[in-house]
C-alpha cells in the first residue's frame, strides 16, 4: 500500500557529494517525520537525520555540519544532501517516514529498500 524508494546513491571520491532522494507513494493520507539512516557492513544501522512536517530537523552529530536533511511535502519526498563525503561514510542509506495511510487510524513507520553510497579514497 505504501513504498519509499530511495535514489541517488554511488561511487564518489573522497570530499565529493551525493544527494540522495526517497519518494513516498501509494495510499498515503499524511506523512509526519521523515528521517535517513545508514547501514556499514558489520555495524548497526545509524540514524543520521530526521525533519518533521513542519520541517524542523535534528542531525546526528556524526553528519551535522556536512549532512542537510530537506523535504518536499507536496511531493511527498525527502532528500539528504552530503558533502565532504568520507570513506567511513560508505554504507547503504535507508529512508523512513511516519506514515498515515488512507484506511488506517495511525501512523506507522514504513522504510525504504536501501541504495548503496561507496566513498573511495
Known amino acids: 500500500q505504501v513504498q519509499l524508494v530511495e535514489s541517488g546513491g554511488g561511487l564518489v571520491q573522497a570530499g565529493g557529494s551525493l544527494r540522495l532522494s526517497c519518494v513516498a507513494s501509494g495510499s498515503i493520507f499524511a506523512i509526519n ?3 535517513w539512516f545508514r547501514q556499514a557492513p558489520g555495524k548497526q ?3 543520521l537525520a530526521t525533519i518533521s512536517s513542519g520541517l524542523s530537523t535534528n542531525y546526528a552529530d556524526s553528519v551535522k555540519g556536512r549532512f542537510t536533511i530537506s523535504r518536499d511535502n507536496a511531493k511527498n519526498t525527502v532528500y539528504l544532501q552530503m558533502n565532504s563525503l568520507k570513506p567511513e561514510d560508505t554504507a547503504v542509506y535507508y529512508c523512513n517516514a511516519d506514515i498515515l495511510t488512507l484506511s488506517g487510524d495511525n501512523y506507522f513507520v514504513h ?3 536501501g541504495t548503496q553510497v561507496t566513498v573511495s579514497s
Request: hydrophobic share 45%.
Open 33 to 35: 517525520a521523515m528521517r
Open 45 to 47: 544501522r545509524e540514524f
Open 111 to 113: 522504510w525504504g529498500q
